[in-house]
C-alpha cells in the first residue's frame, strides 16, 4: 500500500493532467454528437475484436469436443448409407443386402503402420466397449481392415496393407468375387485375385466388399481398378485396385459387428452325420 502511495505522490503532476485530460475528453464528447458518434464506432470495433479474438480461442480448445460430435454424426450418417432404420438411437443397424443387423462404434487411431510388409492400426476402443476380435473396421470412404487383437481399452487391426490379409471383394456392376490381398509394395494400392476371367471389366470400375463372410457389409467401397491381367494359369484376373482411402492418414474409424456372426458361424460348422 505504501509503494501505491509513494507512486501517486512521484507522479501526482502527471496523474492530474491525465485526469483532467479524460474528464475535458467525455465533456467533449458528450457535447458534439460527431465526436460521440465516432467514439461509439471506435469503442464497438475495439470490443468487438476482443470479443472476436475471445471466440476464437474458446473455439480452438473446444475443437476436440467438436470433432467428437462430428464423429458421432458421421456414425449415424453411416448408419443410414447402410439403409438403417433411424427411429431410435439404437446401434442396431440392418442393411439393405443381406438384412443382417449390424451395430456400428466409432474410434479413433491411436497408432498406424503402413510402410512394412505387415502393417496394424492401434485404436481407443476395446473389450471395454464390447470390441472382439473379426470385426470389420472402415472410414467414410471405405475399409481399413480387420480387428485381430484387443485389450481392456484398446483394439489391433489387420490392415488390408497386411500380408497376412484376405478380405472377400467383388465387383461393383456384378456379382463376380475374388480375395483383396497385398503385395506389400504400395500403400495406395491392393490387389484382387481369383476373379474369373468371363467378369466383364474396364479400368474405373469399383472394387467393393462382396458379403460372403460374417465380417462386412455387402457393397462397402473398396477403391478403383488401375490396371489387371490374367494370371499365369489364364483363367482368372488379377486385378491392381487403387484404394479410396489415404491409408498413410487414417483418424476416425467405425467398427463394424455382425450381431449375427456366432449364429452364422455355427452354422457353417455344421457337418452332416
Not at 449415424?76 to 443381406?98: E, F, H, K, V
Request: glycine letters at 6%; proline letters at 1%.
Amino acid at each position: 500500500m505504501q509503494q501505491i502511495f509513494n507512486f501517486v505522490i512521484r507522479n501526482k503532476t502527471f496523474l492530474l493532467f491525465l485526469l483532467l485530460f479524460c474528464i475535458s475528453l467525455g465533456f467533449t464528447i458528450q457535447s458534439h454528437s460527431y465526436h460521440k458518434s465516432t467514439f461509439i464506432n471506435s469503442a464497438n470495433a475495439l470490443t468487438g475484436g476482443v470479443y472476436g479474438t475471445v471466440n476464437s480461442i474458446d473455439e480452438y480448445f473446444g475443437l476436440k469436443d467438436q470433432n467428437e460430435l462430428l464423429l458421432e454424426e458421421n456414425r449415424r450418417l453411416r448408419r443410414q448409407l447402410l439403409n438403417i432404420p433411424s427411429a431410435s438411437d439404437s446401434s442396431y443397424i440392418d442393411t439393405s443386402y443381406s438384412k443382417v443387423p449390424y451395430r456400428i462404434t466409432s474410434a479413433e487411431v491411436y497408432k498406424n503402420s503402413y510402410s512394412r510388409m505387415n502393417n496394424y492400426l492401434t485404436l481407443n476402443k476395446g473389450k471395454n466397449d464390447s470390441i472382439k476380435q473379426d470385426f470389420g473396421v472402415i472410414t467414410s470412404n471405405g475399409i481399413v481392415g480387420i480387428i485381430d487383437n484387443t485389450s481392456n481399452n484398446y483394439s489391433r487391426v489387420l490392415s488390408i496393407l497386411n500380408k497376412k490379409s484376405r478380405i472377400n471383394a467383388k465387383l461393383k456392376n456384378t456379382n463376380h468375387i475374388g480375395s483383396l490381398t497385398w503385395d506389400g509394395k504400395s500403400s495406395q494400392f491392393t490387389q484382387l485375385i481369383d476373379v474369373s476371367n468371363f467378369a466383364p471389366i474396364k479400368v474405373g470400375d469399383t472394387i467393393v466388399t462382396g458379403g460372403q463372410s460374417a465380417i462386412f457389409p455387402k457393397g462397402i467401397n473398396i477403391g478403383v481398378i488401375d490396371d489387371f491381367k490374367t494370371d499365369i494359369g489364364g483363367d482368372t484376373y488379377i486385378i491392381q485396385v487403387k484404394l479410396f482411402n489415404d491409408m498413410t492418414n487414417i483418424g476416425a474409424v467405425y467398427i463394424i459387428e455382425n450381431l449375427d456372426k456366432e449364429e452364422i458361424k455355427s452354422l457353417e460348422m455344421m457337418t452332416d452325420d
